[in-house]
């Protein structure tokens, strides 16, 4: 379980939120929205322990995530605006270093055949700087086929995806939830995934909400 207890952050002398409460549990979905500037990810930022809030906390099986830190990151998968790829390795050695940093025994042909089914066939050993943003988003998040954390926060990870990679993408995501998975996302784009039955926090109010 995810327990957001009273969060703040602030950058500078603003205030980003203030006031967040919220709770994800295994097999559930939290959508995370509001305009440009609102928080959004500075919020995703603090809950993975990279931003520090300047008020309350994130707790993970009920425990501060500060003083849980290898634990908590160990159970933890985070893919961020940028896709984290290193330019002179190709999506299969960007790929297997990937898993190797998150502490899985990834083997070589696990990884072909999930960048195949990422849409990259054709693509794998090409270096990731010629390949288009949307090949390389989907270098990235064929980290999702492999990981074995049961917490996955993403930020706008269908941004630069085409039809059929949104639609394998919602697939991905909702079949880690219903294997009792945690998801924390912000999404611009109007997808099935987050027009369901799920938890939703809209950050930009005046008072911020709880979920």
């Known amino acids: 379980m995810l327990d957001v207890v009273n ?13 967040i409460d919220f709770t994800v549990e295994e097999g559930e979905l939290l959508h995370l929205y509001g305009h440009n500037g609102s928080g959004k990810t500075t919020l995703l930022r603090t809950l993975c322990g990279l931003v520090a809030p300047s008020q309350g906390e994130v707790r993970w099986k009920g ?42 025994k990834t083997k070589q042909d696990q990884a072909w055949d999930v960048l195949e089914r990422m849409g990259l066939r054709g693509h794998e050993d090409l270096p990731a700087r010629v390949l288009s943003q949307g090949q390389q988003k989907r270098v990235a998040l064929a ?27 919602e697939n991905v995501i909702a079949g880690h939830v219903a294997n009792g998975g945690l998801v924390v996302l912000t999404t611009h784009q109007e997808v099935a995934l987050t027009s369901g039955k799920v938890k939703k926090l809209r950050l930009g109010w005046k008072e911020d909400g709880h979920v």
Not at 7 to 19: E, N, V
Not at 145 to 165: N, T, Y
Request: charged residues 25%; proline residues 2%.
């Open 7 to 19: 969060l703040q952050c602030t950058r500078g002398d603003r205030r980003l939120f203030s006031g």
């Open 63 to 104: 425990e501060a995530i500060r003083n849980q830190r290898d634990e908590f990151a160990a159970e933890l998968l985070y893919l961020g605006h940028k896709n984290g790829l290193k330019d002179d390795l190709t999506g299969i050695e960007n790929l297997l270093v990937a898993c190797r940093m998150a502490g899985l």
């Open 143 to 169: 980290r999702l086929l492999l990981s074995q954390a049961p917490l996955w926060i993403l930020d706008e990870p269908f941004v630069g995806l085409d039809v059929a990679a949104v639609a394998l993408l």
